[in-house]
């Protein structure tokens, strides 16, 4: 079993522009979140510091983007999930044996129900994508 590495990355900012209004809005407190990462010799988990804004303006809160690492809810970072994705449609893998692959070759324990939904959304994405 390989110890799991924690990369850290701080994306916080003392100030954002608020999405709505754009109003520079200060920071008023951190986040913390937990992203399973795609390793190379061993299980790599990414702990990301965001920060967490209060527009005055709006009356909103509202937290630094980080759509570059992770879909919102998501549990795992966007390049695991290009990576499984990758897997199913470019190397025509059936979603157990790219699940399998995920844990062989990467170290990260994606669901194939997981995979399966992150397949939908690219394929979704991809016909979306021509329509234009
Ligand atoms: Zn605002």
């Keep these: 079993m390989n ?11 003392p100030a954002y522009p608020c999405p709505l209004c754009g109003e520079l809005s200060k920071r008023h407190a951190h986040g913390h979140r937990s992203l399973r990462e795609i390793g190379v010799d061993g299980p790599v988990l990414v702990e990301v510091t965001y920060s967490k804004h209060f527009c005055e303006t709006c009356r909103k809160h509202f937290s630094v983007p980080m759509d570059h ?28 044996k790219a699940a399998l692959r995920m844990r062989q070759k990467y170290f990260v324990n994606v669901p194939p129900t997981t995979i399966h939904d992150w397949v939908r959304d690219a394929m979704a994405a991809m016909r979306v994508t021509r329509a234009y």
């Design 69 to 96: 690492l992770a879909v919102p809810s998501g549990r795992f970072t966007n390049r695991v999930r290009w990576t499984a994705v990758d897997l199913v449609i470019k190397s025509a893998m059936t979603l157990d």
């Design 3 to 13: 110890a799991i590495k924690t990369r850290r990355v701080n994306i916080s900012r």
